[in-house]
């Protein structure tokens, strides 16, 4: 892996990532001011040096929301996307490996989960097992599951007719081995390239989840709360929006970065080019 | 005054250069054929004429044609120059139209363009020109899709396009390498008459010299984007004064060295049960005896005559199909199913090697499936080394799969990107009883690797840094590693050069002489099946219509299917003969 870092989008993605990821572990230990404590003295403050990103209308920092917010943003998408890769994969190489009924059986179900609005569906289980992150983090990984099953469906059947393919079958392999040995490798760029969207779209989705109150509950902040609460003082505080909405972008950001650098490394043909 | 002309072309892409100094002219009416290897820029001097190189591509030189400075033209003034003073056809028919629109729509396409043409008008002279290419409208209408068609009717439709609007230029990329030689002979016929008819100028590029000698009135040699040597086709072929040259004709009519007249003699004729006693060694099949197996050479071949006294053949099929379901035409009715491989049988002695021949989609590929195992034959029975192998699970086909390996077309193909040498090369170790230590692993790909002719070096690189020839080598190394009884290889040299074409066959020769692995080999081209195999099996419409010692069959074919390949299968010593007495 030393050559890994010589990939320039590899290399930004995983400094941007580990920043964002510093900020989340070091929130644990130490934030600029307690984000449970309300001083109404000083709400809505621009940003300033005793204040760097302002502060909201309880007179909370925005920085210490930031990087407390952060753990539960991270934690909800890649939880989700974990949910979704690990059940959404095998599910399509399965499909993709068997074919005939199996197949049809398992993507009209995908299509069935599909149909559903993924956010409705996402309320409709918080509203039964009532709000909170671990429910947030089920709702966003179960919709996450046919996304990744497509994705793996897709490449699968393409790789299966191509004559290596053929080769391994004359060696005698059977379905498993040839799926694990050929066929994963080879949709793993794929994989991981959707896991980069979906992991941003996890975080928007914990954002839209806690924007309607269904996320993680107050005073725990998160990234979507924030820009909930932001939503109505716009005009007075842009900050309570600007920071929380940057941070989601910059994360974002990273991780596509490091998906696409990953996607490039995982293959010989332009790894050795470089 | 000529049509074209090339002067001191050079072009690099990026910082590689491609060609460099390149001089060709072509006058009206005239076949100029530019023949090299792959990687040579062949292609690139097309694209250069017709303007359509990659963005990073810079030329200098000068490239005229009917009096227009082609470097210097804007893209507005070759646009209207592309598909109507010049056109272009294309090697891959499968993939040169577009699959969402019919084939009238993109012959009208280019003359609605050019001509400003009404919708009627240029669909009526697409339908002339479909007509002039051999489809007439009658059978096969304007509203065709590609897909209904097969690839030498796609070509024709492609020569359409190109020739819709009496170009006064055509370039031919390489028209024919993808076709088999009956329709290889077709369409070069057509390009032939298309030229005479219009006096059109015709850029001929191919890897095949055969081709070229029978079409091209003069021929240029490109290597490594020089040209070196060009002029008048007899006259460059006979007298060979550059070693290149006389390379690439050798290579061209190259016959892999190989068994004496003696061995040949002591074949037994097909299908006649072969005499018992003189030798009676079994054939070694035991897992232990298939590594014990001594190297010498004069160890094995004796063990491979004696093996073709055995008793039992190697592989026999017997009466064996493979219908594909028609298409549904209602809820309840299908048409007839196609029968792709219908009702063959045959058997194979151990350590021959014999050829399976018949045009495209003649079931040719189909039969290698069922003999593998890797598709189930809809009726007969197929058995190898003594026992039955259709219908069997997969755990009872791996003695089987151990004896029987396959090597395909396509050398880029055929490999997993992102596995390095070592395991490509491994994966039918697989199927052995025991499985191989890692160091005795590499050991075996060591040893398959040189047997071939790589070296042990190459295990830690990717399929992607080999070239093609190499791929091909890599692709028999896995085949042999498991040291099978038998090879079934698919077109195996047809995607490759005449030169890398020529070590293949020989290394194939190599293997069945000296390790007596016998190979079926499957092929549309007969120049392959003469010069490495025993017997020779014509297959037509999914039948097996001719068999026979491929000198009996090949010099005097019997069956109407035969007698077609035989008579369109390009020769360059032939072609040069007629070349010649064309001009005394």
Redesign the interface.
């Known amino acids: 892996m030393s050559g890994a870092f010589s990939n320039r989008s590899f290399l930004a993605g995983f400094l941007i990532t580990a920043l964002v990821a510093a900020m989340a572990l070091a929130s644990y230990l130490w934030t600029p001011y307690d984000v449970t404590k309300l001083v109404i003295a000083d709400k809505t403050q621009a940003p300033s040096p005793a204040h760097w990103f302002g502060t909201d209308h309880f007179g909370r920092d925005i920085l210490s929301m930031v990087m407390v917010g952060s753990r539960n943003s991270i934690a909800v998408a890649l939880v989700a996307v974990g949910i979704g890769m690990g059940a959404g994969v095998p599910l399509g190489l399965w499909a993709a490996a068997r074919g005939g009924f199996i197949d049809e059986a398992l993507m009209r179900l995908n299509d069935l989960v599909f149909a559903f609005p993924a956010l409705l569906s996402a309320i409709m289980i918080t509203a039964i097992f009532g709000p909170g992150a671990l429910n947030a983090i089920v709702a966003i990984g179960i919709f996450n599951i046919p996304v990744f099953a497509r994705v793996a469906r897709a490449g699968g059947l393409a790789v299966w007719p191509?004559?290596?393919i053929?080769?391994?079958?004359?060696?005698?392999?059977?379905g498993t081995?040839i799926t694990l040995?050929?066929i994963l490798?080879?949709i793993a760029t794929l994989i991981l390239v959707q896991g980069t969207i979906q992991f941003a779209l996890g975080i928007l989705a914990e954002a839209g989840l806690s924007y309607l109150g269904l996320g993680a509950q107050p005073p725990m902040p998160s990234w979507g709360r924030m820009l909930f609460d932001a939503q109505t003082k716009m005009a007075i505080a842009p900050w309570m929006a600007i920071f929380p909405g940057m941070a989601i972008v910059v994360t974002v950001l990273g991780l596509n970065l490091l998906g696409d650098g990953l996607a490039d490394i995982?293959?010989?043909?332009v790894r050795?080019r470089r | 005054m000529s049509l074209l002309d090339i002067e001191n072309l050079s072009l690099s892409i990026g910082e590689t250069p491609i060609l460099h100094e390149v001089n060709l002219s072509v006058g009206p009416g005239e076949i100029l054929g530019l023949v090299g290897e792959s990687g040579s820029g062949k292609s690139m001097t097309a694209l250069t004429v017709m303007q359509l190189l990659p963005g990073a591509a810079r030329a200098s030189g000068r490239v005229i044609f009917d009096g227009i400075d082609i470097l210097d033209a804007s893209e507005e003034k070759m646009c209207a120059l592309r598909g109507d003073a010049v056109g272009m056809v294309f090697q891959e028919p499968m993939t040169a139209l577009n699959p969402v629109k019919t084939i009238g729509e993109q012959v009208a396409e280019g003359i609605r363009w050019h001509l400003r043409a009404s919708r009627a008008e240029a669909e009526e002279r697409a339908a002339r020109i479909l007509d002039r290419v051999g489809l007439p409208p009658q059978k096969f209408p304007l509203a065709r899709y590609p897909h209904e068609l097969s690839g030498g009717q796609r070509q024709r439709v492609v020569i359409a396009i190109a020739c819709a609007l009496d170009p006064k230029l055509l370039i031919a990329d390489e028209p024919t390498t993808a076709l088999d030689v009956v329709l290889q002979a077709q369409i070069l016929d057509l390009l032939r008459d298309l030229v005479t008819e219009n006096r059109m100028g015709l850029l001929l590029i191919s890897h095949d010299l055969a081709v070229v000698t029978e079409m091209a009135d003069r021929i240029a040699i490109l290597r490594h984007g020089e040209v070196l040597e060009t002029g008048d086709t007899a006259r460059v072929l006979s007298e060979q004064v550059h070693p290149y040259t006389r390379q690439l004709a050798q290579a061209s009519m190259h016959v892999p060295a190989r068994r004496q007249a003696g061995t040949e003699a002591d074949l037994p004729p097909p299908l006649t049960p072969p005499h018992k006693g003189e030798r009676n060694e079994a054939l070694p099949t035991s897992p232990s005896s298939l590594w014990g197996g001594v190297r010498g050479g004069g160890e094995r071949s004796h063990d491979r005559s004696a093996s073709i006294k055995d008793a039992s053949p190697l592989l026999s099929v017997q009466s064996v199909s493979r219908l594909y379901p028609g298409r549904r035409t209602s809820l309840f009715s299908r048409e007839a199913p196609t029968r792709a491989v219908d009702d063959v049988s045959f058997s194979m002695q151990a350590g021959r090697s014999m050829a399976l021949v018949g045009r495209s989609g003649c079931g040719k590929s189909t039969l290698a499936r069922l003999i593998?195992a890797?598709d189930r034959p809809s009726a007969g029975e197929i058995s190898f080394l003594g026992r039955t192998v259709t219908g069997r699970s997969?755990a009872e086909?791996?003695p089987a799969?151990?004896n029987?390996?396959?090597v395909?077309q396509?050398p880029y193909?055929?490999?997993?990107?992102?596995?390095k040498a070592e395991r490509?090369v491994a994966?039918?170790l697989?199927?052995l009883e025991k499985k191989p230590s890692p160091a005795e692993r590499r050991d075996l790909v060591a040893e398959a690797l040189a047997e071939v002719g790589l070296s042990q070096s190459d295990m830690d690189k990717?399929a992607?840094?080999f070239s093609g020839g190499q791929r091909q080598r890599l692709?028999i190394a896995?085949a042999i590693i498991t040291r099978p009884k038998l090879v079934i290889a698919d077109e195996p040299v047809s995607a490759l050069d005449v030169s890398i074409r020529a070590q293949i066959l020989d290394l194939f020769a190599d293997l069945n002489g000296r390790l007596g692995i016998a190979i079926l080999f499957i092929t549309h081209d007969l120049t392959v099946a003469r010069a490495i195999t025993d017997e020779v099996m014509v297959m037509h419409e999914g039948r097996i219509v001719e068999r026979g010692r491929t000198s009996d069959v090949l010099d005097h074919p019997r069956s109407e299917a035969a007698k077609a390949l035989v008579g369109a299968a390009p020769d360059l010593g032939r072609a040069l003969a007629a070349r010649l007495g064309e001009q005394d």
């Open positions: 191509r004559e290596y053929l080769a391994a079958r004359a060696a005698g392999k059977g081995a040995e050929h490798p080879n995982l293959d010989p043909k050795r | 593998l890797l997969e086909l791996k799969r151990r029987m390996q396959v395909f396509d193909g055929s490999f997993d990107p992102r596995h490509l994966e039918p697989h199927v990717y992607h840094e692709s896995r």
